[in-house]
């Protein structure tokens, strides 16, 4: 079994993503989203503690980031979600 990536577009948006590193890439821009949030203030769940979303950020780009350090990690992350957007094939859904 192979397991081969990719995302599928209608009408010029995502409708899903499909293998392990097209989740990776969701669960990415779904970490910058976490982050941005965090750092305005607010708190999201008990299990996403800024601590937490700031490791889970050194898991995508191998740097280590400090309390606080939101704006680095969210920068850094967006690079990896660009790197990956351009790898992934997008097959059109009609």
């Not at 948006?13 to 969701?26: C, N, R, Y």
């Amino acid at each position: 079994m192979t397991e081969d990536s990719y995302v599928t577009v209608r009408d010029n948006k995502i409708t899903s993503f499909i293998g392990p590193d097209a989740t990776h890439l969701f669960q990415a821009r779904c970490l910058v989203m976490s982050l941005r949030v965090i750092k305005s203030g607010f708190r999201l769940t008990r299990g996403a503690t800024p601590t937490r979303m700031l490791a889970l950020a050194t898991q995508f780009t191998g740097q280590k980031y400090k309390r606080g350090e939101y704006d680095r990690a969210m920068a850094d992350v967006q690079v990896w979600i660009s790197t990956m957007e351009s790898a992934l094939p997008v097959i059109e859904e009609k």
